[in-house]
Every structure is written in C-alpha cells, then in structure tokens.
C-alpha cells in the first residue's frame, strides 16, 4: 500500500520559514518522481517543485528562489524548504509520487495546512 506522510505545516509570519516533510513507502519513493502541490480555497492545484529521483528539480515561478525541494533516498523523505513566505504562500500543501517533475501522479498525502500572516 502507499502511503505519503506529510508533516511540517503551520502558522508562520510573513518573511518566516517553514519545512515540510514527506515520508513515503519504500517503493513508491525509490522508483519516482516526488512533488509538493498547493491548493488555495478557490483555487486549483497547482505544482510548487518537484525532484526526480536523479535530483532534477522543477518550481513554479512563484516560488523560485525562495523554496527548495530536496529528497533523503536512504529515508524515504523528501523536503520542501521555505523561505520568505508570503501571505500568497497560504495553502493546503500536498506530496505527491507517480508523475514527472511537470506533471502530477496517482499517489497523494492528506495534505498540510500552511498559513502566512501578514
């Protein structure tokens, strides 16, 4: 079964830092693409970056620059840095596996809540 476990969300001023973490099961993490998505109320979802196994990297350009995706393969885990959040930054976050670093896959978390006050 896979299973994506996201963690790290929460209340952060603007300007602040934040650093989400996914723990994935073993065989969806070692074969695939990983990728963090928000999704705003009223919005769509939307890709924040994403890292395939090789470390190739792929961000919106709403967040180039300030967040940086990375992948721990001995630990299953793959990590969203945030930094200079913005009140725009505010979303449900979620990993997601099984797709390329443009497009989603099948496999998603439950999702993280991060909110940015001004």
């Known amino acids: 079964q896979v299973q994506l476990v996201e963690s790290g969300g929460g209340l952060v001023q603007a300007g602040g830092s934040l650093r989400l973490s996914c723990a994935a099961s073993?065989?969806?993490?070692?074969?695939?693409?990983m990728g963090w998505y928000r999704q705003a109320p009223g919005n769509q979802r939307e890709l924040v970056a994403a890292?395939?196994?090789?470390?190739?990297?792929n961000y919106a350009a709403s967040v180039e620059g300030r967040f940086t995706i990375s992948r721990d393969n001995a630990k299953n885990t793959v990590y969203l840095q945030m930094n200079s959040l913005e009140p725009e930054d505010t979303a449900v976050y979620y990993c997601n596996a099984g797709g390329t670093i443009t497009t989603r896959g099948d496999y998603w978390g439950q999702g993280t809540q991060v909110t940015v006050a001004s």
């Open positions: 890292i395939s196994r090789g470390g190739i990297t």
């Open positions: 073993g065989s969806i993490f070692s074969r695939n693409v």
